[in-house]
């Protein structure tokens, strides 16, 4: 297990030189600070004084909070492997931005490319390694209680990922074409300003027919849309859960792709319990990122709970009393 720290450290910077570092706690903003380099001489020194305050006064607010051990941001990107592999990574984000991702156009014609996610905890890995991946600003607000990351990569600076969309996402491919008609010139803007709006609605969505797009429903898609979508839980056995209204010929692709394991509901998403949610997450989980640890819980939690039943200890089920309290805090982090 190890510590998890709320608050934030943001760089500052004056034109191109670097001023220091400014640490915020969101809602609890009257008790951030800044280090600066010339207070402290060295951007490492002042870097290690943001830290320490973080850490210190994370403790005193009470907003300090455990989870299972995790290795450092950079050290998980490397192993990710996926992620430095150009396809997998390309099919994962299409996934993610299929279905957390956003394309618009202003009332000024300026594309835009935009991604949330809410967590009160830390920036959420993906939504870092988006802006490593394709640049873009990112900013955090208040939104219903719950803090929102969001990412925003607007105009020339969109063409890499939208281009990543056109060729690898299914419900947006068509936004992503039109929206790279901007850089062009043989649509008018007015005219893009429009499909662009249309295609937002449900009924256009649902239009889509996933099935044209079959080659692209891979692993690495799947895990980004379960990372946008899903949702992991367990009360008694493990349960997947994976909603998808905008696009019930996508959801049936899905079901389908898993050998009609679970249920399809309403048309709205696919349940896979117990056996089944295992076999899913076992095969999505090296292509996770968001969910990743909640899934390796889960299936150690499955691992603790069937194959261990005859030799299991009590530390084996004070280990999945902690597994299964962790699942359960990440739906309100």
Same mark, same amino acid.
């Given at each position: 297990?190890?510590l998890?720290?709320?608050?934030?450290i943001?760089i500052?910077r004056?034109r191109?030189k670097?001023?220091?570092?400014?640490?915020?706690f969101?809602?609890?903003?009257?008790?951030?600070?800044?280090?600066?380099?010339?207070?402290?001489?060295?951007e490492?020194?002042?870097?290690e004084?943001?830290?320490?305050?973080?850490?210190e006064?994370?403790?005193?607010?009470g907003l300090?909070?455990?989870?299972?051990?995790?290795e450092?941001?950079?050290?998980r990107?490397?192993?990710?492997?996926f992620?430095? #592999?150009?396809?997998?990574?390309?099919q $994962?984000?299409? @996934?993610?931005? %299929?279905?957390?991702g +956003?394309?618009?156009?202003?009332?000024?014609?300026?594309i835009?490319?935009?991604?949330?996610q809410?967590?009160?905890s830390?920036?959420?890995?993906?939504?870092?390694y988006l802006q490593?991946?394709?640049?873009?600003?990112?900013?955090s607000?208040?939104?219903?209680?719950?803090?929102?990351h969001?990412?925003?990569v607007?105009?020339?600076?969109?063409?890499?990922?939208?281009t990543?969309?056109a060729t690898?996402?299914?419900?947006k491919?068509?936004?992503?074409?039109?929206?790279?008609?901007?850089?062009?010139?043989?649509?008018?803007k007015e005219?893009?300003?429009?499909?662009?709006?249309n295609?937002k609605l449900?009924?256009?969505?649902?239009?889509?027919?996933?099935r044209e797009? #079959?080659?692209?429903l891979?692993?690495? $898609?799947?895990a @980004?849309?379960? %990372?946008?979508?899903? +949702?992991i839980?367990?009360?008694?056995?493990?349960?997947?859960?994976?909603?998808?209204?905008?696009?019930?010929?996508?959801?049936?692709?899905?079901?389908?792709?898993?050998?009609g394991?679970?249920?399809v509901?309403?048309?709205?998403?696919?349940?896979?319990?117990?056996a089944?949610?295992?076999?899913?997450l076992?095969?999505?989980e090296?292509?996770?990122?968001?969910?990743?640890?909640?899934?390796?819980?889960?299936?150690?939690i499955?691992e603790?709970?069937?194959?261990?039943?005859?030799?299991r200890?009590?530390?084996?089920?004070?280990h999945i009393?902690?597994?299964?309290?962790?699942?359960?805090?990440?739906?309100y982090?």
């Amino acid at each position: 297990m190890e510590l998890v720290y709320a608050g934030s450290i943001t760089i500052r910077r004056y034109r191109t030189k670097l001023k220091g570092h400014s640490v915020g706690f969101g809602k609890c903003g009257h008790h951030g600070s800044f280090f600066g380099v010339q207070k402290y001489g060295t951007e490492e020194a002042a870097f290690e004084a943001a830290k320490s305050y973080r850490r210190e006064t994370s403790d005193k607010l009470g907003l300090t909070t455990v989870r299972p051990s995790m290795e450092s941001f950079w050290e998980r990107v490397t192993n990710c492997g996926f992620l430095h #592999t150009e396809n997998q990574s390309n099919q $994962y984000f299409a @996934g993610f931005l %299929d279905g957390d991702g +956003c394309i618009s156009m202003s009332k000024e014609y300026l594309i835009c490319v935009g991604v949330s996610q809410s967590c009160d905890s830390q920036i959420p890995l993906v939504i870092e390694y988006l802006q490593y991946r394709y640049g873009g600003c990112l900013s955090s607000t208040k939104r219903n209680a719950r803090t929102a990351h969001i990412i925003r990569v607007s105009g020339l600076s969109s063409v890499p990922i939208l281009t990543n969309m056109a060729t690898n996402s299914i419900l947006k491919t068509g936004q992503a074409e039109i929206a790279l008609h901007c850089f062009g010139g043989e649509v008018s803007k007015e005219d893009i300003y429009n499909q662009l709006a249309n295609c937002k609605l449900l009924e256009s969505y649902q239009r889509v027919n996933a099935r044209e797009y #079959t080659d692209r429903l891979t692993l690495p $898609y799947i895990a @980004g849309i379960f %990372d946008a979508e899903g +949702c992991i839980t367990f009360d008694g056995s493990i349960r997947v859960k994976l909603a998808q209204r905008s696009s019930p010929s996508l959801l049936g692709m899905i079901h389908e792709f898993f050998g009609g394991r679970g249920s399809v509901e309403n048309n709205d998403y696919i349940v896979w319990h117990a056996a089944d949610a295992a076999s899913v997450l076992e095969l999505i989980e090296p292509y996770l990122v968001y969910k990743r640890d909640q899934a390796i819980c889960a299936l150690k939690i499955r691992e603790y709970s069937t194959i261990h039943v005859q030799k299991r200890t009590v530390d084996d089920k004070n280990h999945i009393v902690q597994l299964a309290s962790y699942i359960k805090s990440q739906k309100y982090t």
